[in-house]
């Protein structure tokens, strides 16, 4: 917004009122223009871009600077789907996404890009746990959770005052933490091997990585059996639900001991 409107505005009132302004006014808009002029880097642009439009033509320069411009937002927002699923190409007859018999890489740390930040997906340590712990990891969705607590802990209230924030979070006493992160275990009802795990001791999580924030419960499977597990969290849903709206299915994240 300061880079694109700034300029148009300025320039449309130097253009339109400028030789009626005082003296003390051109002085102010004068200091606008040049500062807008600095910030978008013109003293760079406009050396190769005004001779341009006056050599080639302003409509031919106009046209390839607007199709580069849209087309490399094109490119990027194309890219930044794809590495989302959300936008491919497909050539595969028989090969399908399968909730119960497929294993998607983003649930594993130890798969996952280090540069990409999975924002509603849940994780675990590996797809092979040779450790006597899984690692859970939930990330808190603010937009999905915030709404989701009120109407499923209406008694509670926030810990965590909304806006910008100066410094780092300060400790939160544990009459407050508790209840929030019962209420957050209940609402992400966490199952392994089918069974309701209750029991887990979750706790507030930064991930160092990604910096999303979450909860977090190691979950012990020293009992079980070698061989394929799953573990279940649920999805939250984005509220107000639409009306017959059908539930989300649970995330479904496998793994091997």
Known sequence: MITAVVPVVTSQVDRRLGSRLGPAAQGVLRRVIIVTYRGTVQGVISPIFVPLLTN??????R????????????????ERFARQDQLSINSYDYFAR????????RFYENQREGDDIYSRLPSIQSDIVTGPYVKL???????????AMAQRCPALRPIEGRGLQVGPDAPTADSLAVPALDCLARIDA???????RTDLHFRFYE?????MKGILAYIPIDQLSPGQHEITVNQ?????????????PPWEIPFWK
Not at 207 to 211: D, F, K, M
Not at 236 to 246: E, G, I, R
């Open 56 to 61: 080639v033509g302003q409509k031919k320069v």
């Open 190 to 196: 966490v199952t392994l091997d089918g069974a309701p």
């Open 236 to 248: 939250v849903p984005a509220l107000p639900l639409a009306p017959n709206a059908s539930p989300l």
């Open 137 to 147: 990891f939930i990330p808190y969705i603010p937009r999905r959770h915030n709404a």
């Open 63 to 78: 046209a390839i600077f607007f199709v580069s411009l849209f087309g490399i937002l094109a490119f990027v927002i194309a």
């Open 98 to 105: 399968s909730n119960r018999y497929g294993t998607d890489y």
């Open 207 to 211: 991930h160092p990585g990604s910096g």
